[in-house]
T-cell receptor
Framework: KNEVEQSPQNLTAQEGEFITINCSYS?????LHWLQQHPGGGIVSLFM???GKKKHGRLIATINIQEKHSSLHITASHPRDSAVYIC?????????????FGTGTRLAVRP | DSGVTQTPKHLITATGQRVTLRCSPR?????VYWYQQSLDQGLQFLIH???????AKGNILERFSAQQFPDLHSELNLSSLELGDSALYFC?????????????FGPGTRLTVL
């Protein structure tokens, strides 16, 4: 079992829909990251969370440390939101921090 | 534009060769991280440098090495290249010295090994 699991793997939505992408992890973490990778390959860091909730424009990220679960929500989705969304967790080790990625959720928003 | 630059954008080489990928972090960032993204393995963390010192190691092969120079730019050296090394290589930078800090990604170097 992967340390970081994302669901769904693929998601198609109509413009304007509310979207939720889930991330579950199995290790103790110090932070969770949500990244966006556009079709051209560029990666943008959307959020870094260690607790609670963060909001940036139409994007909202939440984390529940006890349940080892995070969600990324997109409100009023738009075709330009089409991208791969990747969850990653940082776990602290005595040998050095470790960063583990999920396999990504591919989102397509249709006009 | 994240402020992180990577060169070259594309690199095509043959098996057995050695290549060097370069990364310049955002102004003021002391940390540089290297990642590999291949089709079959997804994104993987390779190595983290902070102010010239290695801070954390991920799934980096022994054929790969990295360093961060006094001007804070970093180079990732890949040697004895194999077909399976074909991938996108990203670097990222941050102010933080820990992997828990917010990171800014460069545009990536696409390596093709023939």
């Amino acid at each position: 079992k992967n340390e970081v699991e994302q669901s769904p793997q693929n998601l198609t939505a109509q413009e304007g829909e509310f979207i939720t992408i889930n991330c579950s992890y199995s290790v103790g973490i110090s932070a969770l990251h949500w990244l966006q990778q556009h079709p051209g390959g560029g990666i943008v860091s959307l959020f870094m969370l260690s607790s609670g909730k963060k909001k940036h424009g139409r994007l909202i990220a939440t984390i529940n440390i006890q349940e080892k679960h995070s969600s990324l929500h997109i409100t009023a989705s738009h075709p330009r939101d089409s991208a791969v969304y990747i969850c990653a967790v940082t776990s602290l080790k005595s040998s050095g921090d470790k960063l583990t990625f999920g396999t990504g959720t591919r989102l397509a928003v249709r006009p | 534009d994240s402020g992180v630059t990577q060169t070259p954008k594309h690199l095509i080489t043959a098996t057995g060769q050695r290549v060097t990928l370069r990364c310049s972090p955002r102004s003021g960032d002391l940390s540089v991280y290297w990642y590999q993204q291949s089709l079959d393995q997804g994104l993987q963390f390779l190595i983290h440098y902070y102010n010239g010192e290695e801070r954390a190691k991920g799934n980096i092969l022994e054929r790969f090495s990295a360093q961060q120079f006094p001007d804070l730019h970093s180079e990732l050296n890949l040697s004895s290249l194999e077909l399976g090394d074909s991938a996108l290589y990203f670097c990222a930078s941050s102010v933080s010295g820990r992997l828990a800090g917010e990171q800014f990604f460069g545009p990536g170097t696409r390596l093709t090994v023939l």
